[in-house]
Nanobody, 127 residues
Framework: QVQLVESGGGLVQAGGSLRLSCATS????????MGWFRQAPGKEREFVAAITQSSGSTYYADSVKGRFTISRDNAKNTVYLQMNSLKVEDTAVYYCAAPRGSYRALFDPREKESLYWGQGTQVTVSS
């Protein structure tokens, strides 16, 4: 079955950096658009970034544009999220996701049930 396993979260001071990884199995990784989401306490899960199959295109939420970089290594079946200039408001559980069907589900907040999810990794940014 499809498995997504995130790692790399932790506690960091504002202005610092973290690199998240999401190792996948059970799918033909190179066929999938992949995404990162996050969920802060008391808030809805929100889109952070996505990357196309061959890394030809990337997409970012306005709140992270210019600070976060999504990338992937198809040989390792892994997607990454490099987070720089972290802010307190970036504190959240970060999840990677892959679409069960159409890649459009990554960009539609109503389609969260149409995604495979990892278990999440906690990122805490202190002031």
């Amino acid at each position: 079955q499809v498995q997504l396993v995130e790692s790399g979260g932790g506690l960091v001071q504002a202005g610092g950096s973290l690199r998240l990884s999401c190792a996948t199995s059970g799918l033909i990784f190179s066929n999938y658009v992949m995404g990162w989401f996050r969920q802060a306490p008391g808030k809805e899960r929100e889109f952070v970034a996505a990357i196309t199959q061959s890394s030809g295109s990337t997409y970012y939420a306005d709140s992270v544009k210019g600070r976060f970089t999504i990338s992937r290594d198809n040989a390792k079946n892994t997607v990454y999220l490099q987070m720089n200039s972290l802010k307190v408001e970036d504190t959240a559980v970060y999840y990677c996701a892959a679409p069960r069907g159409s890649y459009r589900a990554l960009f539609d907040p109503r389609e969260k049930e149409s995604l495979y999810w990892g278990q999440g990794t906690q990122v805490t940014v202190s002031s």
